[in-house]
């Protein structure tokens, strides 16, 4: 059950699409990956100012998905790295209210496209 | 229709894990043709319950069930673990919103979610919990 | 629970037989009225399926319960039928008739079948009757699930109907609520509101609350868990229609609308979006 999700760097932008539903610690070992990715780039003078988060494929994010991406959200804050999700099913919208989990840190949208406008919106 | 009403037992831990969990639970709940806002509910429940099971107690059960009541049909889900047991139920029931890890976001999002919720536990022993959701 | 079996070949030699005298029975017992709610046609294939069916089962040798493996088939047909008949607007009874009238053209035959043995005849009267009645039963219990699931159709129909949704502008959504917003009409106006989001990749929804009779701590707890969830979608919400007398037991109640948007009519609701939208309105002289 070794799963990774890909992380790719276009622009000043690292995008992170899950491409299948992932156990707790594949998901730890992202949220290692993303920020350690940051703080490399940042580093090297490659500047990393946005994150985005693409959870289209996901049909089911629960309250340890939901934490982990506000964490996410947050370690790129202070690296100077804005964070968008995008791709959040109505279903899931509707439980993770309920759950009351805000995705605190995280900016939010509909999709990949408007995902990067608000990134370079705010990177203006 | 079928007379064999669902039924299915898990070994959470050895034979199946998390994510295996929500599919089984996703299949299921799609069957007996909860609606997707339904669906979604019960799965997240049940990951969360499963969860608990897997850090406190690292194997444990999982029994899914259709049950009837009068004119209601719901699913029922217990999940079972001879782990550590749960000291204080009412302080992990409380909201732990910013609390990180505890156990207190998994149990009162699930209450949340489901139209039932029973849980039992002993320290030492080990926990049980009961959760329903009728098919409206 | 033999010697059913036998009564398998009888049915089968008899089928042409009892098969015309069931048909003819069933066209007495619905009313001439009826008549053009079902063709003949459709009557006369129901009927040999069902006979067809029947026979098949009988042979298997239950008769005291109908909810075995055995009886799937014939009891999955039955919920068919007895739903079909539902939406055409038979009444119960004429569709248990459906059941029932074949034992009158079955018994017949039997008894001439086994004529010479008392004690085998009385069985098989009582083996096949007991089937046939647990059958009409059933369509019975059937239809009257097949209403219900018409009924809560037809209602939600309703509920969708008074709450809609709807595109104002490019971008932006409108959501006029009429009547009381409880916690069933909450979940399908977030509900529909959320997919037209996806649907029309729209960054707005005005929620219109004019209509709505009584705001409350519940109404006002609905009303924000809609817009958090349209938040995670990447969009906003304003609230307009805000009565005096609203604003006024919102402030009563110690509800605070916080950062949401609000404006007493539709027309502000709509200007700060237009404004968020970068768009401004000019007036040509």
Avoid at chain 2, 5 to 34: A, N, P, W
Avoid at chain 3, 235 to 264: K, N, Y
């Amino acid at each position: 059950m070794s799963q990774r999700i890909p992380i790719i760097k276009i622009g000043e932008n690292l995008i992170v699409t899950f491409i299948s539903d992932i156990d707790d610690l594949t998901a730890l070992r992202l949220q290692k990956e993303l920020t350690e990715k940051i703080h490399e780039e940042n580093r090297s003078g490659m500047n990393v100012s946005g994150v985005l988060i693409d959870l289209t494929i996901l049909d089911i994010v629960d309250s340890f998905l939901g934490r982990l991406i506000s964490n996410i959200a947050q370690s790129a804050t202070t690296m100077n790295a804005n964070t968008v999700v995008v791709g959040i099913r109505p279903a899931i919208a509707i439980t993770l209210v309920e759950l009351g989990l805000e995705l605190k840190g995280a900016y939010t949208a509909l999709n990949v496209e408007h995902g990067i406008e608000i990134l370079n919106d705010l990177k203006a | 229709m079928k007379n064999q009403k669902l039924y299915e037992k898990h070994t959470i831990g050895i034979e199946i894990d998390i994510v295996k969990v929500r599919q089984i639970v996703r299949e299921i709940s799609k069957k007996m043709r909860f609606d997707i806002v339904a669906q979604t509910k019960v799965v997240t429940a049940a990951s969360e319950l499963t969860r608990n099971v897997l850090e406190y107690a690292g194997k444990g059960e999982i029994i899914i069930e259709e049950i009837n009541d009068s004119h209601k049909r719901g699913l029922k889900i217990t999940v079972i673990d001879k782990g550590l047991g749960i000291p204080d139920i009412n302080l992990a029931m409380e909201d732990g919103f910013s609390s990180g890890k505890g156990l207190g976001k998994g149990l009162s999002g699930t209450k949340k979610l489901m139209d039932k919720f029973y849980i039992q536990s002993e320290v030492g022993k080990g926990t049980e919990v009961v959760i329903v959701k009728w098919v409206v | 629970m033999s010697g059913l079996e036998k009564v398998e070949e009888l049915l089968r030699n008899k089928e042409k037989d009892i098969l015309e005298s069931w048909i003819k029975a069933q066209l007495e017992n619905i009313s001439t009225m009826r008549r053009d709610l079902i063709s003949n046609t459709d009557l006369r294939a129901e009927s040999i399926n069902f006979l067809r069916e029947f026979t098949i089962a009988i042979k298997l040798g239950v008769t005291d319960d109908v909810t075995g493996p055995e009886y799937d088939k014939i009891r999955e047909f039955l919920i068919n039928i007895s739903r079909s008949r539902a939406l055409l607007g038979f009444t119960p009874s004429e569709t248990a008739t459906f059941v029932f009238s074949l034992k009158e053209s079955i018994l017949p035959y039997i008894q001439e079948e086994y004529k010479g043995d008392v004690d085998e005849l009385l069985r098989v009267i009582n083996g096949v009757s007991n089937l046939l009645d647990k059958l009409g039963l059933l369509s019975f219990e059937e239809y009257s699930k097949g209403r219900e699931e018409v009924i809560k159709e037809q209602i939600e129909s309703l509920i969708e109907l008074s709450l809609p949704v709807m595109k104002l502008w490019d971008d932006i959504l409108a959501v006029p609520i009429i009547g009381v917003l409880d916690s069933k009409r909450a979940k399908i106006i977030t509900e529909n509101l959320l997919n037209m989001i996806v649907e029309f990749g729209a960054k707005y929804a005005i929620i219109d609350i004019t209509g709505v009779p009584m705001i409350d701590s519940q109404v006002a707890n609905h009303l924000f868990k809609t817009i958090q969830a349209v938040r995670l979608l990447g969009a906003d919400a304003v609230i307009t229609g805000i009565r005096p007398d609203v604003a006024q037991t919102l402030v009563e109640l110690g509800i605070d609308l916080g950062e949401v948007v609000t404006s007493a009519v539709l027309a502000g609701g709509l200007e700060h979006v237009f404004k968020k939208l970068g768009y401004t309105i000019e007036i040509k002289r």
